[in-house]
Nanobody, 124 residues
Framework: QVQLVESGGGLVQAGGSLRLSCAAS????????MGWFRQGSGKEREFVAA????????SYADSVKGRFTISRDNAKNTVYLQMNSLKPEDTAVYYC?????????????????WGQGTQVTVSS
């Protein structure tokens, strides 16, 4: 079992940057592909980015491609989401998740473990 804790959210102006972190418990972090999802107010949760166990393979939603970068440090049991050129429409609660699906998963139902989320608010 994996426990996930997100951090790094906050309030930022449009055009600014934030880096989210997700720390995982346990010694098996490297066995999981990881993903980031987000849920805006009144909206369904949506896929943002995913990364394979080794970090070689990544995938992004079209809405964040070229602005967001997902990475991981298996030695630190942590996955990151670097968010640049933020827009007001990026405002949401951001969740990290872990999956045994290989090499990556972009569909919510394929994820087995979820964090509690961190709020990101982008002001115009």
């Amino acid at each position: 079992q994996v426990q996930l804790v997100e951090s790094g959210g906050g309030l930022v102006q449009a055009g600014g940057s934030l880096r989210l972190s997700c720390a995982a418990s346990g010694r098996t972090f490297g066995s999981y592909a990881m993903g980031w999802f987000r849920q805006g107010s009144g909206k369904e949760r949506e896929f943002v980015a995913a990364i394979s166990r080794s970090g070689v393979t990544t995938s992004y939603a079209d809405s964040v491609k070229g602005r967001f970068t997902i990475s991981r440090d298996n030695a630190k049991n942590t996955v990151y989401l670097q968010m640049n050129s933020l827009k007001p429409e990026d405002t949401a609660v951001y969740y990290c998740a872990a999956t045994v699906w290989r090499p990556i998963a972009t569909i919510e139902v394929r994820y087995d473990y979820w964090g509690q989320g961190t709020q990101v608010t982008v002001s115009s």
